[in-house]
């Protein structure tokens, strides 16, 4: 089974950015359906931003949609996510998640695996 490991939070001024890694040990994970999810204080986990290597496609929500870009490392079995124009309701622990199962890449559902998140917080 896949162990992920998200990097890369902290704090940041609004209209700042971070960059969030999510390194993968026990198999290739570059290669996979795999998604973004952040998780407010109090709020449920929601959907941030998605890829389906195998096709090349990624997915983003609309509240990210312009400042948010994932990307990934093969060499390094690494996803990443670049937040740019950080704004106050970003703040959240961010997760990647893996083992895609459907039914859709914008679902937490969809996923087998997570990471243990990074916290993201952005002062205003």
């Known amino acids: 089974q896949v162990q992920l490991v998200e990097s890369g939070g902290g704090l940041v001024q609004a209209g700042g950015s971070l960059r969030l890694s999510c390194a993968a040990s026990?198999?290739?994970?570059?290669?996979?359906?795999m998604g973004w999810f952040r998780q407010a204080p109090g709020k449920e986990r929601e959907f941030v931003a998605g890829?389906?290597?195998?096709?090349?496609?990624?997915l983003y929500a609309d509240s990210v949609k312009g400042r948010f870009t994932i990307s990934r490392d093969t060499a390094k079995n690494t996803v990443y996510l670049q937040m740019n124009s950080l704004q106050a309701e970003d703040t959240a622990v961010y997760y990647c998640?893996?083992?895609?199962?459907?039914?859709?890449?914008?679902?937490?559902?969809?996923?087998?695996?997570w990471g243990q998140g990074t916290q993201v917080t952005v002062s205003s």
């Open positions: 890829a389906d290597w195998t096709v090349g496609n990624t």
């Open positions: 026990g198999r290739t994970f570059t290669t996979d359906t």
């Open positions: 998640a893996t083992d895609f199962r459907g039914p859709a890449v914008a679902e937490t559902r969809s996923y087998g695996s």
